[in-house]
């Protein structure tokens, strides 16, 4: 699945953001509501409700509140009645299905045009299956027992925010294919959900990725997703300005503010008025900037430099670093305030090396962009070039990949590229691996991407890999994973605490 970009620019973008990339993202997997307009009844709305004990007074009460509800008792009925080209609300009841036909449940969940509710007990609640469901594909979930009117609340919230992606309203998508935010597996599927998801809200999200890994793209996904796309998206990165100009930068000057202030300038925040401003390298910020950002966030004004006039400014703020800002919080580097406002939704973007066949996918997607820059005509990788890109690291993640392909292709001989081409030759010795190596290649691969699937939650990623928290916990160590930035790597176990695997 890819996520195309289409080319038009927003308004008063500044250079710096525009030459970075020339095109905005929107979210491809929104053609699955394609019609849902046309086929949306205007009187009534069509509600999803799956229980296996289904409630004759709440069908009755959302029935007189203008809902049109479709009963499912189980899995099978559920996946006949959902309609792919038909936005509706949803209501999975978790608490009547037993833990084993909650599976059977995820295909339909899985479908965008459905806005999920769940409703489960308290007990229900701490079991990591139901607690993935919920967390990947509902809105919002409440405890039962609960009021009717409540649900009907909830629904009529999830309805809005399903109908506000539909095709008519997002932008155009860009046929030619260029500039695609390409990704098949498991974790840039969640990576592209979270994207649909916090788009539809105004919350501050923080977004933590490695180097390369698309943190900037991710940004303006959400922008280009949200109801803000028709407003700036401003980009400035905190490391790259001297400190002594980032305040100006940020917040502007009037003018004779300082020497050299002959005429007032608007600041980045200011520019991104109605917007969105993503805060890149946001770790790379200043104390006294730390400061001066809280402020706003917490009044919504700016000043600029040298002025007195207070200015209300309504931007979204994105956040991005590939630094350990738990890590600059504990060392009094970062403010826990200032972080706190700026995480109160997070995006984590998966490294390359955990992302399985999207390294070759995205490989053919680079040779497929960039191939017209070689006389020869190139068609493809050798098995040994594929095989080492599995292999490798991929510390540059995509970026990395990107400028190894677009130099293999300048470089090439033969109509294959070959590991050599992509200066990965020494990444093919592994041709010989022994089962017990290729066994545990595979094992860290599959920690790894649990890990990340759930931010570093030990018990969560256990749960999924159906090992205990103490066999994650030494396989961790084991693989040289322990240095993650984990959230929750302490221990599984107490000092004192017998090991149990
Ligand atoms: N999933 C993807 N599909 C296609 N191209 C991608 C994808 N992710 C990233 N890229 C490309 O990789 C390059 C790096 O992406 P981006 O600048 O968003 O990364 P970043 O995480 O912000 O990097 P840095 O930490 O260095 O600032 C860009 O050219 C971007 O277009
Ligand atoms: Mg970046």
């Known amino acids: 699945m890819t996520l195309a970009l289409p080319k038009e620019m927003p308004v008063g973008r500044p250079i710096e953001a525009v030459t970075n990339r020339a095109a905005v993202t929107t979210v491809a997997p929104v053609t699955a509501a394609a019609g849902a307009a046309g086929a949306r009844a205007q009187a009534e709305r069509p509600l999803l409700y799956v229980s296996r004990t289904p409630d004759d ?51 339909s969940l899985r479908q965008q045009q459905i806005g999920w509710i769940a409703l489960a007990t308290s007990e229900r609640i701490t079991d990591p299956e139901v607690r993935r469901l919920v967390r990947h594909y509902c809105f919002d979930y409440v405890k039962v027992p609960v ?9 009529g919230h999830a309805f809005g925010m399903v109908t506000l992606c539909e095709p008519e309203l997002a932008p155009p998508v860009d046929e030619s294919g260029d500039d695609e935010m390409v990704g098949t597996c498991e974790a840039m599927q969640q990576l592209f959900r979270t994207i649909r998801k916090v788009a539809n809200t105004d919350a501050s999200v ?93 009044e919504g004004k700016i000043e600029r430099l040298g002025g007195r006039e207070s200015i209300p400014v309504d931007v979204r703020i994105i956040s991005a670093t590939h630094v350990d800002l738990e890590g600059a919080m504990r060392e009094g580097h970062f403010r826990a305030d ?16 955990a ?8 490989a053919h997607h680079v040779l497929h962009k960039f191939k017209i820059d ?32 677009r130099r293999a292709i300048v470089m090439a001989e033969n109509k294959l590229i070959s590991a050599d081409d992509l200066d990965l030759a020494q990444f093919t010795e592994q041709q010989t691996m022994s089962l017990a190596q290729a066994r545990e290649a595979a094992e860290k691969r599959a920690i790894e991407a649990a890990l990340l699937r759930h931010r570093h939650r030990l018990n969560e990623a256990a749960a999924d890999l159906n090992i205990s928290r103490v066999t994650l916990y030494r396989l961790m160590g084991h693989h040289g994973l322990r240095e993650m930035g984990a959230v929750d790597d302490k221990p599984p176990f107490g000092a004192d605490d017998p090991v149990q695997e």
């Open 57 to 107: 007074t709440l069908i009755a009460h959302l029935q007189s509140r203008g809902w049109h509800v479709a009963v499912a008792r189980s899995a099978h009925d559920l996946g006949r009645l959902v309609k792919t080209d038909v936005a509706c609300a949803g209501i999975v009841d978790l608490a009547s299905f037993s833990l084993r036909d909650l599976g059977g449940l995820e295909a």
């Open 147 to 155: 009021a009717n009117a409540t649900i009907d609340y909830l629904v």
């Open 206 to 298: 923080f977004i933590s990725g490695e180097s390369g890994t698309g943190k900037e793209l991710t940004a303006l996904a959400i922008h280009e997703r949200s109801p803000r796309r028709k407003a700036p998206f401003v980009a400035i990165n905190c490391g790259a300005i001297p400190h002594h100009l980032l305040q100006s930068e940020l917040f502007g000057y009037e003018r004779g503010a300082f020497t050299g202030a002959s005429q007032r300038k608007i600041g980045r925040v200011e520019a991104a008025d109605g917007g969105t401003l993503l805060l890149d390298e946001i770790g790379d910020l200043p104390l006294e900037s730390q400061a001066s950002l809280l402020r706003f966030l917490q």
């Open 338 to 353: 200032l972080f706190h406002r700026l995480c109160v939704l997070r995006v984590d973007e998966p490294p390359l090396r």
């Open 355 to 362: 992302r399985g066949k999207d390294i070759e996918i995205l």
């Open 374 to 405: 070689s006389a020869r005509k190139i068609r493809g990788f050798t098995p040994s070039a594929i095989e080492a890109m599995y292999n490798y690291n991929w510390p540059g993640n995509v970026r990395e990949l990107i400028n190894r392909v």
